[in-house]
């Protein structure tokens, strides 16, 4: 994946000096940061709240920093292109991962391997719970993997669900860039291949040893489908109900050598025709359906795809056409607008379409529009933008993305907000 460095990563990275350890952020200073120091630089960066609970942790500030820095030195009108190939480990092609694996090892064994581990012996005082009780209020308990395209909808989606009337009990394992996919995250808690000896299994012993309902997976570049069955059928082995739910994230700048034939960054938004994003979408939602369509067959019908893809898309044509109120642009790094639909190379959003991943994430989870939630839903960021008519426009367009995608699990056939019951 190519990526740019955005202003504000910038920033960031030079506001924190660290370096990682297992997964988890050792300051190289000569005292981890302070919580007024992390309460300051959430209010800076809230995008950097991985899991959306108001609190930034020095992992998640590590995490944070560590996808900036993969983001320097890439320059407006740089050269456009595919992504470079993936380095996969060889024994990928094994008909089964090494008898070492935490994965093979029982309930018990894998959360006392992940209680001595290094993780959890860096957390602080209350880490972060790996279990919760059954929720009365209607919420799912939901695991999940992911990275910086998957945040927006991570941070944003329990504030909705408070406003909605219920919490969301959420256990996650997040990294920047393909640190947070899900082919990384299964080679680091198992401790396996490039992480061969050093296993963090957070999310193994959450699985095996709790009770949830769903699980959310990240997408990434080359994918295949062998990179989420390993994590399906683990969980199934415990939870033979359980749900799936896999992003498809949206369109990115290099997608315009296909769409458009352009070859380098433009200077313009002119290029952004609603034809032009429409090629994008459709070429990003083939790859998705293969894939999804694939790992359905291996496993369980009960995969679905959050059509993030098709609502980010939708949310561009009308930018393109002028039509999302306070929007400027599409692409901050093509037209300079700070409020455009994508700020930087690997295809950010901009400010304010947090919002718009997380209804898609609530729509699709919770099989409601969000156009329903009466009560203020209590988002960080500017109080001016979005507007409450942008943010109506992002909650129609994510309940249609959600309810037309062939493999989002949802359907509105008499239009009243509400899924279809379920076959």
Same mark, same amino acid.
Not at 115 to 132: D, I, N, T
Not at 322 to 330: A, Q
Not at 341 to 354: A, Q, S
Not at 402 to 411: A, I, W
């Given at each position: 994946?190519?990526? !740019? ?29 302070? &919580? ?25 500030? +590590? ?26 480990? #060889? ?32 957390? #602080? ?41 219920? &919490? ?42 709790? @009770? ?46 296909? +769409? ?17 994003? &429409? ?6 939602? @083939? ?7 694939? $790992? ?8 679905? $795809?959050?059509?993030?893809? @098709? ?32 700020? !930087? ?14 209804? $898609? ?12 939630? @009466? ?15 942008? !943010? ?23 239009? !009243?907000?509400? +899924?279809?019951?379920?076959?």
């Amino acid at each position: 994946m190519t990526l !740019d460095a955005p202003a504000v990563h910038r920033s960031f990275a030079a506001l924190l000096v660290l370096c990682t350890v297992g997964g988890t952020a050792a300051f190289a200073q000569s005292a981890p940061p302070s &919580e007024r120091q992390l309460a300051q630089w959430l209010k800076r960066f809230p995008e950097a709240d991985a899991n959306g609970d108001g609190r930034l942790t020095a992992g998640e500030a +590590a995490e944070y920093r560590r996808a900036a820095r993969g983001q320097r030195g890439t320059q407006n009108n740089a050269k456009l292109g595919p992504p470079p190939p993936l380095k996969l480990d #060889p024994r990928w092609a094994d008909s089964d991962f090494p008898p070492y694996a935490a994965s093979r090892l029982d309930a018990d064994a894998t959360l006392e391997l992940y209680q001595r581990g290094p993780v959890a012996r860096s957390a #602080p005082a209350a880490p972060e719970p790996l279990s919760f009780p059954k929720p009365t209020d209607g919420g799912m308990r939901i695991v999940g993997v992911g990275h910086s395209f998957m945040a927006p909808g991570y941070g944003t989606l329990p504030l909705i669900t408070r406003a909605a009337g219920f &919490e969301q009990p959420l256990c996650l394992h997040t990294g920047g860039g393909v640190t947070g996919s899900a082919r990384y995250k299964w080679e680091q808690e198992n401790g396996i291949f490039q992480f061969d000896g050093k296993p963090v299994p957070k999310l193994l012993a959450a699985i095996a040893n709790a @009770d949830w309902e769903a699980m959310i997976l990240s997408p990434y570049h080359h994918d295949r489908p062998e990179f989420y069955t390993c994590w399906i059928e683990y969980c199934l082995k415990y939870h033979p109900e359980m749900k799936f739910y896999l992003s498809d994230a949206w369109p990115q700048i290099d997608q315009l050598t296909g +769409a458009a034939g352009v070859t380098r960054v433009p200077d313009s938004d002119d290029v952004f025709t609603p034809e032009v994003i &429409e090629h994008m979408r459709r070429e990003r939602q @083939d790859e998705s359906l293969k894939l999804v369509r694939a $790992v359905r067959a291996a496993t369980t019908e009960r995969v679905y $795809v959050l059509p993030t893809n @098709d609502a980010v898309a939708a949310a561009a044509k009308l930018a393109a056409e002028g039509k999302l109120p306070g929007v400027e642009g599409v692409h901050r790094l093509a037209g300079g607008k700070e409020r455009s639909v994508w700020k !930087d190379r690997i295809g950010h959003l901009g400010p304010g379409f947090d919002r718009l991943e997380g209804y $898609v994430f609530y729509a699709t989870l919770y099989r409601r529009s969000p156009a329903l939630i @009466d009560a203020p839903i209590r988002f960080r960021g500017s109080s001016d933008h979005p507007s409450e008519k942008l !943010d109506a426009l992002f909650r129609r367009i994510a309940w249609e993305a959600v309810t037309n995608h062939p493999l989002s699990g949802v359907t509105d056939a008499d239009g !009243d907000g509400v +899924a279809d019951p379920e076959e």
